[in-house]
């Protein structure tokens, strides 16, 4: 918990009971000292006429041990606790925890044992403090909207009008591709559009496009310094988004068809995952490059308050406070939202900065992959869902290359984790990837294409920005 600042530290009253719920502590910055007291009494003897008389004597040694930086503080008040009992008749108090808690291997009359029924809540109420709830008004919204209907499957309809973005989008077997954008995109961006730096950052834009007809989004990022705000208004008024394909999750300039220019080949997409498992000699949390994001790290929003940044310490003014701490550190201007290279360009001796990367395929600067994109250069005859304008498993042959790739590159930073592993350098060893899936499923990516899947996750949070 102390490694995590974002996570509380959890009290069990009963920690031997599965159903106690705890009561939860936030942490705060301190500059205290950690003190050691001993208290000494020494009893003395005194003589008063006939009777002796003991007198204490009490010293008090103190010693500082060290700095305390964090404390944490039980704030919140504890919620309900739910027994695993059962009221008889008569109601007397049963205790059930025998009989559902199975703390062994159980044999099958363990689960046919007639029980009283005993459903604990999964969840009780997700803050700690008292809130005063304050009745809103009707929503007013502007003049022409209406509110959307509501249906049986959707009884809690919308709190405010949605803010389209009026993106197009296009799958791969549509015939046409649109020449120009819609007007309502058109009257979005004029009306965003309100400073020489936005019209500077549309004729930054523009450039790209026409240099290059296809881009993703954090190339596009990576290239121009561009608020991510108005990104989502400027990209649908210079381009087309593809949904499926091998253009899938791209930005596409108006009025250019990926599918009848062979030379597109090299704007394809590639959904490229790190591999790990016991063959490969390292588990997921073995790799230098770690998850985007995890569900195992979500917590649910309890906390008292806001985190808030720590302020300077004793401990910090003795280490010494780093150049990035300073005020005047700040990105300039013309670069503040510009990302890395690496992003979207994949380089030999480097690392993914992410365990799941969408390569463009004029993007992966390494000769020895631009050799196999390349091997049909000059007789491409027919664009497919799958593939393009490339032979059959050319992903998969990139796949497979970049992640002997990379697994030289973590063999060189960290050969521990190869001391005991045998490796086979035959080009073609097939490794788990890191998605959870085990190792006897390989046969399973072998499965038959489905065209309209795509690629999920990223690709998915994008359309929802542009909806």
């Known amino acids: 918990i102390y490694a995590d600042p974002a996570k509380r530290l959890e009290l069990y009253f009963r920690p031997k009971?599965?159903?106690?719920?705890?009561?939860?502590a936030n942490r705060f910055p301190t500059s205290t000292m950690l003190l050691k007291v001993k208290r000494r009494t020494k009893k003395t003897k005194k003589q008063v006429d006939t009777e002796e008389e003991i007198h204490p004597k009490v010293q008090f040694e103190m010693e500082i041990l060290g700095i305390v930086t964090t404390v944490y503080k039980f704030q919140g008040m504890?919620?309900?606790?739910?027994?695993?009992?059962?009221s008889g008749p008569d109601g007397k108090q049963t205790s059930m925890y025998d009989k559902v808690l199975m703390l062994k291997p159980e044999?099958?009359?363990?689960?046919?044992?007639?029980?009283p029924l005993y459903i604990p809540p999964p969840i009780f109420s997700r803050l700690d403090t008292p809130v005063d709830y304050f009745y809103r008004p009707d929503i007013q919204h502007r003049e022409g909207y209406n509110n959307p209907q509501v249906s049986g499957e959707n009884l809690i309809g919308l709190s405010r009008a949605r803010r389209p973005h009026n993106a197009i989008f296009v799958n791969f077997d549509d015939e046409e591709i649109p020449a120009k954008p819609l007007d309502a995109a058109v009257q979005t961006w004029k009306k965003?559009?309100?400073?020489?730096?936005?019209?500077?950052?549309?004729?930054?834009?523009?450039?790209?496009?026409?240099?290059?007809?296809?881009?993703?989004?954090?190339?596009?990022?990576?290239?121009?310094?561009?608020?991510?705000?108005?990104?989502k208004l400027l990209l649908p008024y210079l381009a087309y988004y593809m949904l499926t394909g091998p253009w899938r999750s791209l930005w596409v300039?108006?009025?250019y068809d990926p599918r009848k220019h062979p030379e597109a080949k090299i704007y394809q997409v590639l959904d490229f995952r790190i591999r790990c498992g016991m063959k490969y000699g390292y588990a997921p949390n073995d790799m230098p490059v770690k998850a985007k994001r995890s569900t195992y790290n979500y917590s649910l929003p309890i906390t008292v308050k806001k985190p808030v940044s720590h302020t300077v310490s004793v401990h910090d003014l003795k280490q010494g406070l780093g150049t990035s701490g300073a005020s005047g550190a700040k990105k300039p201007a013309s670069s503040r939202y510009k990302l890395k290279e690496s992003i979207y360009i994949f380089?030999?001796?480097?690392?993914?900065?992410?365990?799941?990367m969408f390569y463009q395929l004029c993007d992966l600067n390494v000769e020895s992959l631009q050799k196999i994109i390349r091997r049909n250069d000059g007789t491409e005859s027919e664009c497919t869902e799958r593939d393009g304008w490339c032979l059959p498993k050319t992903s998969d042959d990139l796949r497979d290359t970049m992640s002997l790739m990379i697994k030289q590159i973590i063999r060189s930073t960290r050969p521990a984790l190869f001391s005991n592993t045998t490796s086979s350098e035959d080009g073609k060893e097939q490794l788990a990837y890191e998605s959870g899936e085990d190792e006897d499923d390989e046969e399973e990516e072998?499965?038959?294409?489905?065209?309209?899947?795509g690629s999920e996750n990223e690709?998915?949070?994008?359309?929802?920005?542009?909806?």
């Open 17 to 24: 009971d599965p159903y106690c719920h705890p009561v939860c």
């Open 78 to 86: 504890s919620d309900f606790q739910y027994l695993a009992m059962h």
């Open 107 to 115: 044999k099958e009359e363990f689960f046919n044992r007639e029980l």
């Open 192 to 231: 965003a559009c309100t400073n020489p730096v936005d019209k500077k950052v549309e004729e930054e834009l523009r450039k790209l496009f026409e240099v290059r007809p296809v881009w993703s989004r954090n190339a596009v990022k990576a290239n121009i310094s561009v608020h991510p705000d108005k990104l």
């Open 253 to 255: 300039r108006f009025g």
């Open 347 to 356: 380089r030999e001796g480097a690392l993914p900065p992410y365990r799941q």
């Open 446 to 453: 072998e499965e038959e294409f489905k065209p309209s899947d």
């Open 459 to 467: 690709m998915e949070t994008e359309i929802l920005d542009c909806v």
